[in-house]
Every structure is written in C-alpha cells, then in structure tokens.
C-alpha cells in the first residue's frame, strides 16, 4: 500500500490563521482610524464653541455700542433742534456760573 498524506488540513489551518490574522489587522485598523477621527472631530468642535463664543462676546460688544451711538446721536439731535427752532446754543465754559 501507498502512503497517502493529506495536506489539506494544514492548508485549512494556515488558511484560517491568515484570515483570523486579517481580520484582526483590519479590526485594529479600524479602531485606530477611529480613535483619530474622534480626536479630530473633539478638537473641531472645541474649535468651534471657541469661535461662537467669542461671535457671541463681539455681538454683545456691537450692542453696547449701538445703544451708546443711539443714545449720542440722540443727545446731538436735540442739540442741533434746540439751536434750529429755538435759538438756543449749549453755553461755553467761561459763561457757566455755578453757584454754591
């Protein structure tokens, strides 16, 4: 009789070692690209809130300052009224006289 060696069952086996090795590969690729990618996106979007709190820190600086031109343009407006229909004109400093 002939001897007849099988070596089917060790093509398997390194068959199914090379596919558990890659999927192990891929699955820690994966989980690194993944890592990454959360870090980028946490880092954006720190970037982010950064940048609308400071949009919101300028918006409330443009307010103020809006209100405070309003309330200047305003006071020149009553100014430049008074001196148009009444004849009167803010006195200079030399003709204020204050009283105690």
Known sequence: MEKVYVTVKKNAQQRNAKH??????????FIIVTLHMRGEYNGIREELIESLKRERAVTEVNNKLKMELSVITRARYIELKANERLGLKKPKE???????
């Open 94 to 100: 030399e003709e204020v006289l204050v009283l105690r």
């Open 20 to 29: 558990l090795l890659t999927i192990i590969l891929l699955s820690a690729i």
